[in-house]
């Protein structure tokens, strides 16, 4: 699926942006015949189609949704339930939370996720290419696209919704059509946070009303009504729009069904298709699994930097639950690694249907219905399936069905956004810190406010 598009293509459209690609070197010169010119890209159905399978080879690069807006969320969420022990400084400084702004991961997932960006803007700048009978399906996943890349960014380059006024609040450029002649005008300033959220609520919401309606059948590697909705339920969620994320998540279930899976087979690529609602590709020909590369012990061929530590087993709280044997031991079980990402090329699982069965039970217990299930209902639905004791009647709190999304959904990148639309605290060098601490917010690139005029003066607090 995922044909690789040069990014030698797109390099000088973004640089007006001071989006510096860094790939855009002496090497990429040379024209692979798999590449297409800029000046004959987007005249035919053909070239639309292509050039959204780049939108989505963008996603999926490793800087992006290819495992750093994961793990990145992960390690400045992280609260010592895991150590990194790598060596790369620029993961180093996420877990620690001391991060400089010219950290070259940072740099990296700035970069390569407006690339997505801006594939997707060259899609949607030529629908009108697009026959009628297709062009729905191909403006859709394009929004999706775009929608799912710009929540990414604004997740950790700007504050939480909620955390001051959203209305002033710095958040990322709103870039919306493609650069491709450089000038002045393409300098763009900071949207604010409640412009960018309105951006993706549009798109997302344009997303699920061109695609087709969600069904049991439909293939995750691509944007699907499912897909869309799901990612609406997300977005809704972290809003604190509590009856828009039931609903969005209620539909989802609807669609899908009953978790039939075992949790084990969730993250079997051969067998997962019933539980993931959107995912990133990868195959031994192309791709990257980065989830693997840093969670992954060496004998499953990762790095094995990311250890879990018995802070995060502690709170597995029933002896019965396969969630708490889903590891692996190394080095005479002094080391402990997730099993979610033991397959060297297997798929990076993006948004599941567990996480709607707690998105609706969340949001039916703070609003006190019912709508689809009780919350104690889908709780234990989701304990269930992992072999888990059930809560009991009356022992359901929102405390517990918080600590559920955490079982569940550990280290697939939710750890910073749970924390911060909880408003909790967590440890930064010895001291506990609340959720709007400013190192909990990652710097704008030094390489862009550096380039870019627009972004003088709009550096994230504390850098």
């Known amino acids: 699926m995922k044909t690789k598009m040069t990014k030698h293509i797109f390099c000088g459209l973004l640089a007006g942006l001071g989006l510096l690609v860094s790939a855009c070197d002496k090497k990429l010169e040379v024209q692979p015949t798999q590449s297409i010119d800029q000046s004959n890209a987007l005249t035919t159905e053909q070239d639309v189609r292509v050039t959204l399978v780049g939108a989505y080879d963008g996603l999926s690069d490793v800087d992006s949704y290819g495992g750093a807006i994961q793990f990145t969320n992960e390690l400045l969420g992280d ?14 400084e996420l877990w620690r939370k001391s991060i400089v702004a010219t950290n070259l991961q940072v740099q990296d997932t700035w970069l390569d996720t407006y690339n997505a960006i801006n594939r997707a803007n060259n899609v949607l700048s030529a629908i ?10 191909i403006e859709g996943e394009a929004r999706f696209v775009r929608g799912v890349a710009y929540y990414g960014l604004v997740r950790l380059f700007a504050k939480a ?15 919306l059509t493609p650069t491709r002649t450089l000038t002045e005008a393409d300098n763009r300033p900071r949207n604010t946070v409640a412009e960018v959220y309105a951006q993706i609520l549009e798109d997302l919401n344009r997303a699920a009303e061109l695609l087709p309606a969600p069904s049991a059948n439909e293939n995750p590697g691509f944007a699907t009504g499912s897909g869309a909705l799901a990612m609406l339920a997300r977005v809704y969620l972290n809003q604190g729009n ?44 192309d791709g990257t699994n980065a989830m693997n590369t840093y969670y992954g012990s060496v004998t499953n061929q990762g790095r094995g930097d990311i250890r879990v530590q018995t802070k995060h087993m502690d709170l597995y709280d029933s002896p019965t639950d396969e969630r708490a044997q889903f590891f692996n031991l190394t080095n005479n079980g002094a080391r402990r690694f997730t099993n979610k990402y033991s397959d060297q090329y297997g798929d990076v699982p993006v948004i599941r249907l ?10 039916n217990f703070r609003l006190g219905t019912a709508v689809g299930a009780t919350p104690l209902e889908d709780i234990n639905a989701v304990r269930s399936r992992a072999k888990a004791l059930p809560i009991a009647p009356g022992a359901l709190s929102l405390a517990t069905i918080l600590k559920e999304r955490r079982l569940e959904l550990a280290f697939e990148g939710l750890q910073l956004d749970d924390l911060k639309r909880t408003q909790g605290s967590v440890t930064i060098a010895g001291t506990v810190s609340p959720y709007s601490d ?26």
């Open 354 to 363: 567990a996480e709607m069965y707690l998105i609706r039970a969340e949001a």
């Open 438 to 463: 400013s190192r909990l917010v990652l710097p704008i690139p030094q390489r862009e406010i550096d380039t870019n005029p627009a972004l003088k003066g709009q550096q994230n607090a504390g850098y």
């Open 128 to 137: 009108d290419r697009v026959g009628e009978d297709s062009r729905a399906q």
């Open 161 to 175: 919704w909620g955390d001051g006024d959203n209305n002033t609040n710095l958040g990322v450029p709103l870039v």
């Open 79 to 92: 609260d010592r339930e895991v150590v990194f022990g790598g060596t790369f400084t620029s993961l180093d």
């Open 242 to 285: 509590y009856a828009a994320a039931r609903d969005a998540a209620d539909q989802v279930i609807a669609a899908k069904g009953p978790l039939t899976l075992s949790f084990a087979d969730v993250f079997n690529d051969a067998s997962s298709q019933a539980e993931v609602l959107f995912k990133v590709v990868v195959t031994d020909q």
